[in-house]
């Protein structure tokens, strides 16, 4: 089965300065990679996601990911981050050709933003 | 166009009551798929519905849930006699159907079991 690790619960970072959030999955291939973002009392917003071929993905609202296979990550970076950017961040991962098995969540990491 | 539309938004219950949660997809989309979101287990993938196809039920944490798609759109989740550990937000998401294609999520319903 497939697991998702997103090693920082909490991350503070000022405003104007660069973001990276750390995602690492297990899987036995490659799979399908998501970030979603979560604002306070809304659903989740697709970020981005990654499915095959360039390995450096570019989202919404200025947001990229890369992929390493080696490393089995798909980390989330910003370069210059806004106080609207403050609220919850989640790597996700399906098993490619098995959307019904819906998607793999990691725990999620909490992002503050300091003025 | 309209997202996708859960209700009610909040839901306070008594323990060993019956609660329906509703999910209205994106109109056109096929898939839709529901999960819950709670402190101690983060997000949790619960089921998932294509069309009119009859659902993998395996997902659902106990028998006590059930969850159903009329005329393949409008879905119910439903949770028999509810336990404290039931209280959760309940997303539902709908996609175009393809395995590649985006989820997009509604607000969630919030359920409380006292």
């Known amino acids: 089965a497939q697991s998702v690790t997103q090693p920082d619960i909490h991350i503070t970072v000022s405003e104007g300065a660069s973001l990276e959030l750390r995602c690492n999955y297990s899987y036995g291939a490659t799979p399908y990679l998501f970030w979603y973002v979560q604002s306070p009392g809304q659903g989740l917003q697709l970020l981005l996601k990654?499915?095959?071929?360039?390995?450096l993905v570019q989202g919404i609202k200025g947001f990229e990911a890369e992929f390493k296979r080696s490393q089995s990550s798909f980390n989330l970076r910003k370069p210059s981050v806004h106080w609207s950017d403050a609220a919850e961040y989640f790597c996700?991962?399906?098993?490619?050709?098995?959307?019904?098995?819906?998607?793999?969540f990691g725990k999620g990491t909490h992002l503050i933003i300091q003025p | 166009g309209a997202g996708v539309s859960q209700s009610p938004s909040n839901k306070v219950t008594e323990k060993g009551k019956d609660v329906e949660l509703r999910c209205d997809p994106i109109s056109g989309h096929t898939a839709l798929y529901w999960y819950r979101q709670s402190l101690g287990q983060g997000l949790e993938f619960l089921i998932y519905?294509?069309?009119?196809?009859?659902?993998?039920k395996s997902g659902l944490p106990s028998d006590r849930f059930s969850a159903e798609r009329t005329g393949g759109s409008v879905s119910t989740l439903t949770i028999q006699r509810t336990q404290q550990e039931d209280s959760a937000v309940y997303l539902c998401?709908?996609?175009?159907?393809?395995?590649?294609?985006?989820?997009?999520f509604g607000p969630g319903t919030r359920l409380t079991v006292l």
């Open positions: 998401a709908s996609s175009l159907g393809q395995f590649t294609d985006t989820q997009y």
């Open positions: 519905f294509q069309g009119n196809s009859a659902p993998d």
């Open positions: 990654y499915f095959s071929g360039d390995t």
């Open positions: 996700a991962v399906e098993r490619p050709g098995g959307g019904a098995d819906g998607l793999t």
